[in-house]
C-alpha cells in the first residue's frame, strides 16, 4: 500500500483545511487508516482514525474542531480541520493499518503503512 498525502498549507488561526490521502491497492476499505502529526522537537502524535467499519477516534485536543472520513470507491481518507488553532502546526501524516486492535489505535507504531507527510502552518 502506497499513501499520498495532500492538502497542508498556510492558514490563520481560526481557519480551516481539508488533507486528503489517496492509498494505492484494492484492499483499502480493509484498513483502519490514521491521521498523526508531528511538530518540531516533539515525538509523533495521534490525531484521529477510522476503522474499516466507519468508527472514528479523535485526540482529545482536536475533538469536535476535525473529522476524519473515508470514501472507499476513491480509495481515499480524509481530514477536515476547522477552528485551527497556531499548536495544530505539524507535519500531519496518513498512516494505514490492517490488523488495528482499538486498544492500540492510537499507537504509530501499530500501523504498517505511512505516507509522506503534508505541512499545516496556522499563523496568529
Known amino acids: 500500500v502506497q499513501l499520498q498525502a495532500s492538502g497542508g498549507g498556510l492558514v490563520q488561526a481560526g481557519g480551516s483545511l481539508r488533507l486528503s490521502c489517496a492509498a494505492s491497492?484494492?484492499?483499502?476499505?480493509?484498513?483502519?487508516m490514521g491521521w498523526f502529526r508531528q511538530a518540531p522537537g516533539k515525538e509523533r502524535e495521534f490525531v484521529a482514525a477510522i476503522r474499516s467499519g466507519g468508527f472514528t477516534y479523535y485526540a482529545d485536543s482536536v475533538k469536535g474542531r476535525f473529522t476524519i472520513s473515508r470514501d472507499n470507491a476513491k480509495n481515499t481518507v480524509y481530514l477536515q480541520m476547522n477552528s485551527l488553532k497556531t499548536e495544530d502546526t505539524a507535519v500531519y501524516y496518513c498512516a494505514a493499518g490492517l490488523r488495528v486492535i482499538l486498544s492500540m489505535i492510537r499507537n504509530p507504531s501499530t500501523y504498517d503503512y505511512w505516507g509522506q507527510g503534508t505541512q499545516v502552518t496556522v499563523s496568529s
Open positions: 491497492g484494492r484492499t483499502f476499505s480493509s484498513y483502519a
